[in-house]
């Protein structure tokens, strides 16, 4: 096997880099037969190397954002690569009441990953949201409703993109936007009547080689920060008042990280009373219960 660096507080270590780069090699065959048969054959390696440090990866990351969340776990079997394991967590997942109760919108860590950049096996992580859901529906219309005037503005001023985002269909294809607006060449694709982007994906990815590099602490904190980057756009498609949640997510942050400007002060955000009770829950997250975005999160 390859030697690598890895960190010696790493939460994975070098036998989740063998362990993928074998499975890697198998499915160049197109064998299906034979990966399911190396997973069953290595089922504790699996748990001890890959599993367990993901979801404490992910438990870890919920407990740093904004309000108190539960993270769900999903773990189903690729299509493109044959037989390969893809575990998904699911954070502040938003569902649309039907018989399958599928998940509308959500922030997410995937692991193995797509093969985006021609980098795998990657750690994604990023944001989704079904094109045919109502979700969708409300990202645009918060974006560009009745608080037009100031919501695009905050949400430039608190979104943080890196290049390696991918926002339309590929990575390739998020080439095409300019790399000083991004965000707006990509809203105004996204907002067209008929728009080819149809779910919305925003998906940045960390390959596993780089992965090892990071110590557990690293890691939580680099994935927490990119959460935070785009959780003003998880708010579009979630929130049933825009404005009011995202004014208690800015003064959360604001509170979180006092090094930042006072973001009420430059947008001139007029809070009501009942605008302050909402508030001042979030900024008592440890003595109060669930609280869910004036009740957006959750099935409806």
């Known amino acids: 096997m390859v030697d690598i660096f890895v960190h010696p507080e790493s939460p994975f270590s070098v036998e989740t880099y063998n362990f993928y780069r074998e499975i890697e090699t198998i499915s160049r065959e197109l064998d299906e037969i034979d990966v399911l048969n190396y ?10 190397y890959v599993e367990k440090p993901l979801e404490e990866i992910a438990n870890r990351v919920s407990n740093q954002l ?9 773990c189903v079997l690729d299509d ?47 944001m989704y949201v079904d094109g045919s859901s109502p979700d969708k529906k409300r990202f645009l219309d918060n974006y560009q409703g009745k608080f037009a005037t100031k919501v695009p503005e905050i949400i430039f001023q608190h979104t943080y993109l890196s290049e390696k985002y991918s926002l339309l269909d590929s990575w390739l294809s998020s080439k095409k936007l300019h790399p000083f607006n991004r965000l707006g060449d990509w809203f105004k694709i996204l907002s ?37 980057g ?14 009011l949640d995202i004014s ?26 009942e605008n302050n009770k909402v508030i001042q829950a979030s900024k008592e997250k440890q003595n109060q ?12």
């Not at 940045?204 to 990071?214: H, S, T, V």
């Not at 959780?231 to 404005?243: E, R």
């Not at 219960?289 to 957006?296: D, G, R, S």
């Open 230 to 243: 785009i959780f003003p756009l998880l708010l579009l498609a979630i929130s049933n008042n825009i404005l």
């Open 39 to 48: 997973y069953d054959s290595h089922k504790l390696e699996f748990k001890t």
């Open 289 to 300: 219960p669930k609280y869910t975005l004036t009740q957006c999160l959750g099935v409806k």
């Open 80 to 126: 493109f690569i044959l037989g390969n394991n893809q575990f998904y967590f699911y954070l502040y997942p938003h569902k649309q009441e039907s018989e399958n109760m599928e998940i509308n919108t959500c922030l997410f860590m995937n692991f193995p990953g797509e093969h985006i950049n021609n980098n795998y096996p990657t750690l994604n992580i990023g």
């Open 192 to 228: 067209r009547k008929n728009s080819s982007i149809k779910d919305i994906k925003i998906i940045d990815c960390l390959p596993l080689e780089e992965l090892l590099r990071y110590s557990r602490k690293q890691l939580i904190e680099s994935i927490t920060l990119k959460f935070e």
């Open 248 to 273: 208690s997510y800015l003064e959360y942050r604001y509170n979180k990280y006092p090094h930042l400007f006072n973001p009420f002060n430059l947008f001139n955000i007029d809070f009501t009373s």
């Open 66 to 74: 904004f309000l108190e969340i539960e993270v769900y776990k999903e």
